[in-house]
């Protein structure tokens, strides 16, 4: 269920904005865990409307065409109306009208972007950027911070899409290539193979039985059946099971070529992260808070949490970060570096592009590993395949 609430903080200010719980139990739980007194909660009508749904790429657009226009000097409910009858992309136009039909009655930009149906398209980053530049007066630059950041994102996303098509793609045609021998091929195969009355060598003898077990609908339901469970299973455990999705996070950063290149990933998008909460005013706790959203691995983000509770205890960061080993160490030196010298968020802006380089540099690598082994399993395929079609008839011209 979703509430709308209005709640006093500590400092004697208000906040305004809405609240996902169970019922109205559970939402004032959470809001008094936040603030000192709740003095509006009201239970938002349920909408038949699907939340929205629009591309990142899009996404971008809008917070950059925003920033153009409110440092032009527009004013932000106007901006919105304009953008919101000019986009070309529908589901954005409608959540952008809820938006500013929210905004034209006093509300903060940053609360309307909490509706439930449009908030799913705002990450929770993007929500703190724009409450802390609706805050400091700088909403311009967080806007701006917030398309680099979606922009840096959708880079890193479609390079790892682009790595991994073509090994996808040549996977999926060797694999179609022997079903088709193994199908329509070796039946005709066994029949000739029946006729000649030869004992068959064993390749020839898996093939044929590896055919008809394809063949049999009781061993392709059973199989795939049981293949969709486990599949299915995992997936359930996957979501529901925090323990259990800690420990797949955990291995995942073990496995050789895909765990240094997950903790690269993921640190080159909290490093920009940090770096533009910094740069748009943000303190640095509240910015390694930001930081946190974006770190899917939940084995790195319990070490970033570690660190960052012994960061609000005393810690010196760059102490904490290696002790829980959050970054490498190369990582942690520059850290250092920007603090010493006051210029932190600038020194992280250039280690985050390094590390989107070095991701793409490792995802390219990679996939030049990933093409010879493929082509390998491929001919060691078709040399099998071609083993059990060719010997039998060896065989028999060598009995003549």
């Known amino acids: ?25 559970d939402a004032k739980k959470q809001l008094t865990a936040r603030f000192v007194a709740i003095l509006e909660l009201t239970e938002q009508a349920k909408s038949s409307e699907k939340p929205f749904k629009v591309p990142p790429d899009v996404i971008s657009g809008f917070f950059r065409r925003l920033a153009v226009m409110l440092h032009a000097g527009m004013p932000l409910a106007q901006s919105l109306d304009y953008l919101s009858s000019s986009e070309s992309d529908a589901q954005l136009a409608k959540a952008l009208e809820k938006i500013y039909q929210e905004v034209s009655t006093g509300q903060r930009f940053s609360v309307a972007m909490c509706q439930p149906q449009v908030k799913n398209l705002f990450s929770n980053v993007m929500v703190g950027l724009v409450q802390l530049g609706e805050s400091t007066g ?131 998008q909290m490093l920009y992260v940090i770096s533009c909460a910094l740069q748009v005013g943000m303190t640095t706790t509240d910015a390694l808070k930001l930081a946190r959203e974006v770190c899917i691995n939940l084995e790195f983000r319990q070490r970033f949490d570690d660190a960052l509770r012994a960061f609000r205890e005393g810690d010196d960061l760059s102490d904490a970060l290696y002790r829980y080993e959050v970054f490498p160490h190369l990582v942690i030196t520059m850290i250092q570096m920007g603090l010493e010298v006051g210029n932190l968020e600038i020194v992280l802006s250039k280690i985050s592009v390094l590390y989107e380089e070095d991701v793409t540099q490792s995802l390219t690598s ?7 082994i493929l082509l390998a399993f491929a001919g060691a395929m078709s040399a099998f395949l071609a083993l059990a079609t060719l010997l039998p008839i060896i065989n028999v011209v060598n009995t003549l």
């Not at 030869?198 to 609908?217: A, C, D, F, H, K």
């Open 138 to 268: 700088a909403l311009v630059d967080s806007l701006m911070r917030i398309a680099e950041l979606c922009e840096t994102q959708l880079r890193l996303r479609r390079a790892v899409v682009s790595a991994l098509t073509y090994p996808a793609f040549l996977f999926a045609a060797i694999l179609a290539m022997g079903l088709f021998f193994t199908l329509v091929l070796a039946p005709g195969d066994a029949n000739l193979f029946a006729s000649l009355g030869s004992e068959l060598p064993w390749p020839t003898q898996v093939m044929i039985n590896l055919s008809s077990m394809l063949r049999n609908p009781f061993w392709v339901v059973g199989v795939s059946g049981g293949l969709i469970a486990l599949v299915w299973l995992f997936f359930w455990q996957l979501r529901r099971n925090d323990k259990f999705r800690l420990k797949i996070h955990r291995k995942i950063l073990r496995i050789p070529i895909v765990g240094p290149l997950v903790r690269k990933t993921v640190s080159a």
């Open 1 to 25: 269920m979703w509430y709308r609430f209005r709640a006093r903080k500590s400092d004697g200010s208000t906040e305004n904005g809405y609240l996902n719980a169970k019922n109205i139990g």
């Open 366 to 372: 990679a996939t030049q590993l990933a093409e010879p």
